[in-house]
């Protein structure tokens, strides 16, 4: 029986991954080389440090820890700038109606976020009233793939796993949810989240109901 939803932030609940990307572009551009756009989907669901190493490595530039640090603090000021306006049209079409149509169904919910900005853009965007709980990435040892982020959730509403649905738009975040035992739900193509359960584009037209009856299927 499914006693709760934990939803992933950036891609999932706000629009938000592609000021991610975009802000990274700006980095690189400033370090003089340039990331493919098809390298922005290896960034979904990976920490601030850890996207930068990839991109780094992707440009063959090499820094030491500290010049690291000034550069993930650079890219997370621009990311910052970028959302300073952000408002409730930023959260994604069918979100509100979905997590409205779980709040008639007495279904708590979580959220599961690599982000360390987690807290304050759900707060920004005025969805923080439908969360028990959210775990960022402040909170976790361990990053996605790693269930953990999930597993405290799940603890935080007082459920086990295999009672609760994870919604996620990243392959990693998909692997997360599967290790940790728990039902997934891809949010956007098939082609990128071939791990996931069920995969659906967005939430338009789903309501607990239907997303329960696909997984049963
Ligand atoms: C994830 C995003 O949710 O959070 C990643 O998908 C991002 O792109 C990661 O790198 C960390 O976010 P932040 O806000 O702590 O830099
Ligand atoms: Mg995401």
Redesign the pocket.
């Known amino acids: 029986m499914i006693k709760a939803c934990i939803f ?4 999932v609940l706000v629009d938000t ?1 592609r000021y ?1 990307f975009q802000s990274w572009k700006k980095l690189t551009a400033q370090l003089g080389f340039t990331i493919e756009d098809s390298i922005e989907e290896r ?6 440090m850890d ?1 930068l190493n990839i991109i780094l490595d992707q440009g063959g530039y090499k820094a030491t820890e500290d010049e690291k640090r000034i550069l993930a603090s650079q890219k ?1 000021d621009w ?1 910052l700038e970028s959302i300073t306006d952000m408002n409730h049209e930023e959260v994604l079409n069918g979100v509100q109606e979905f997590i409205e149509n779980l709040k008639e169904n007495g279904i708590k919910m979580a959220v599961g ?5 987690a807290k304050p853009i759900i707060e920004k965007v005025g969805i923080g009233n439908y969360f028990e709980s959210i775990v960022d ?1 402040n909170m976790v040892i361990k990053t996605k793939p790693d269930p953990e982020v999930f597993l405290k959730a799940a603890s935080d509403l007082d459920v086990e796993p295999g009672e609760a649905i994870v919604f996620e738009d ?1 392959y990693k975040g998909i692997e997360a949810a599967n290790t940790g035992g728990f039902y997934s739900v891809g949010i956007g193509l098939e082609s990128n989240l071939s791990n996931a359960r069920l995969v659906i584009p967005n939430f338009i037209g789903h309501n607990f109901e239907s997303i329960t009856a696909a997984l049963k299927s």
């Open positions: 992933d932030l950036d891609g991954a991610h960034l979904k669901g990976v920490s601030r996207s997370n990311y976020s690599a982000s360390k900005n990435g990243s």
